[in-house]
């Protein structure tokens, strides 16, 4: 005060401006002060001016780049990006403190994830949508048909179908990731709609590998760090993406479309077994038809797209891994010898008894992660954990192939090693179960975990058991080396491999054209 007072009167708006600019500095000085009073960001890599972590965002496997940052920076770790934080959880204790308990504040999808979503036309799908009265009601009509007191009623369907897929493995040895693919869709659509297998051909297959592509694009890392990308021109050199967008929206309305006509083709000549489709159908109300169409669409294309390829790609998974560890393939085989014998296949009743199939199972599901990265989660208000401040809209993932491939759950993580989750020949409950990390965290939990677990072991247990599934060889009679890798994107597929199943005897091969024909 002494300063302003010694300063010479010169006018009113000498000293009016005099008085702004103490009132400006002391003001920037408070806010700068309560910025350094605010939580810092958790860890992470410093980044460059300006642009923040732009370059320590890595376009491929990005799932490996964050767990190796995890030794130096522990296991929540923050980046940013032009102004978007993005947070990455590389433990279970994070994973579960933040989408877990607090689940109310980490349920919906980031802003870029629902707008990128919304150009595709993929914004049908509850993967993509909102927390939101609108997703509340499409996962509770979801979870109706999935929820563990009622998976069972799709148990016939689905060992149905793994018996079409041994079928046509034996007839055709053709291209496995196309039959897994066949097979997997043929069992989700006959279950949500009623379509008979003969009607599910190569269009659906072709369908899910375009989605696939389009998904695993649009949403990469490099995408929602930076969702500006997206909004350049078609013209400017990153308007690639632009130009992307505008040829996928096709491909979404036809993922919307194709299962829900598929079902309308065979309406009135298709089994009479309940649905997805006709339980959704009966129970419309009269004035709300038109909207509940709409939902009963988006469900069951849902349902086809969300568990026809997750499934498929942890089956092709196990298929690799048992061309690399053929001893697993064995220790398998005789347990189901044991139990099952010659005369018959596996059935879901044998499942208690089988348990190194059940073991092979949960090491399918950890080995090669289909979804590494999860679905992002969105923090929808600034929040506070363990000292460190995730702001509001940040963008929170898991590191699910980290966690599955973390030394301290699973000693020698990179070897296929069922043994690990037994103790005494029973499931050791001490062993992190891949399925309580695999299928995501609170509530936007996979609501298909159970059925997907079912339709794992009745292929599982049903390929092993009538099947040597060994390397393919070339025209010289040479074994065609088989080598494990996985891809990048939002879905994580296996990279192509080729293999040959071998009928284990005679009467194997007899049960598979047998138990076939029964139907
Ligand atoms: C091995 C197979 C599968 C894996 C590994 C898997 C994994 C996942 C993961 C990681 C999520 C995101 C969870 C989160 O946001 O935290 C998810 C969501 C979802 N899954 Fe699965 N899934 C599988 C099979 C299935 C099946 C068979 C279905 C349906 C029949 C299904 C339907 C869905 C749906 C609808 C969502 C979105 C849920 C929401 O956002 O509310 N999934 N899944």
């Not at 071998?502 to 598979?512: F, G, K, M, N, Y």
Request: proline content about 7%.
């Amino acid at each position: 005060m002494s300063f302003i007072r010694s300063m010479p009167a010169r006018g009113p708006l000498e000293a009016m401006f005099v008085l702004l600019t103490i009132g400006a500095i002391f003001a920037t000085f408070l806010s700068r002060r309560r910025v350094r009073a605010r939580a810092p960001l958790p860890p992470g890599p410093p980044g460059i001016p300006f642009v923040g972590n732009v370059l320590d965002v890595p376009h491929l496997q990005p799932w490996v780049a964050s767990w190796n940052l995890s030794s130096q920076y522990g296991d929540v770790i923050s980046f940013s990006t032009l102004g978007q934080t993005t947070i990455v959880l590389n433990s279970v204790a994070a994973a579960s403190d933040l989408l877990g308990k607090r689940s109310s504040k980490y349920s919906s999808r980031p802003g870029p994830v629902v707008s990128i979503s919304q150009i595709l036309g993929l914004d049908w799908s509850l993967a993509f949508m909102p927390y939101d009265n609108h997703w509340r009601r499409a996962r509770r009509l979801f979870w109706q048909h999935f929820h563990p007191n009622v998976v069972g009623q799709w148990q016939a369907s689905q060992a149905l179908e793994s018996r079409r897929f041994l079928r046509c493995l034996i007839d055709s040895q053709a291209d496995i990731e196309y039959t897994t693919k066949l097979s997997l869709s043929r069992s989700l659509l006959s279950m949500a709609c009623g379509v008979p297998a003969e009607e599910v051909g190569s269009s659906f297959v072709d369908l899910l590998n375009d989605v696939e592509v389009n998904v695993s694009e649009a949403f990469s890392p490099a995408v929602l760090a930076l969702p500006w990308l997206r909004r350049l021109p078609a013209w400017c050199p990153g308007g690639y993406w632009q130009r992307k967008l505008e040829g996928w929206k096709l491909i979404a309305q036809r993922a919307l479309e194709l299962p829900f006509g598929a079902a309308r083709n065979v309406k009135n000549g298709g089994d009479a077994k309940p649905t997805i489709l006709s339980i959704l159908s009966g129970a419309q109300g009269e004035n709300e038809q038109e909207n509940t169409t709409a939902l009963t669409k988006s469900i069951t294309a849902t349902a086809f797209l969300a568990g026809t390829d997750t499934t498929a790609v942890t089956l092709l998974g196990f298929v690799c891994a048992m061309l690399l560890y053929p001893d697993v393939q064995k220790c398998a085989q005789e347990e189901l010898d044991a139990v099952v014998g010659p005369n018959r296949l596996p059935q879901f009743t044998d499942r208690a008894s089988l348990p190194y199939v059940n073991a092979v199972v949960k090491e399918a599901l950890r080995w090669h992660n289909v979804a590494p990265l999860g679905i992002p989660h969105n923090c929808s208000a600034e929040d506070e954990y363990r000292g460190w401040r995730i702001p509001k809209g940040a963008t929170v993932m898991v590191n699910v192939w980290g966690i599955m491939h973390d030394p301290e759950h699973y000693l020698n993580p990179e070897v296929f090693d069922p043994g690990r989750f037994l103790k005494d020949g029973k499931l050791n409950e001490d062993i992190l179960d891949p399925a309580t990390v695999m299928f995501g965290s609170g509530r936007r939990i996979c609501p298909g975990r159970h059925f997907a677990d079912n339709s794992l072991f009745i292929n599982i247990a049903s390929l092993l058991h009538v099947f040597d599934i060994k390397p393919a060889v070339d025209e010289r009679g040479a074994t065609i080396p088989v080598k494990y890798s996985m891809t990048s994107g939002l879905v994580s597929m296996v990279e192509p491999f080729e293999c040959s199943f071998q009928p284990r005897s005679t009467a194997a091969e007899a049960l598979i054209r047998d138990e076939f024909d029964d139907e």
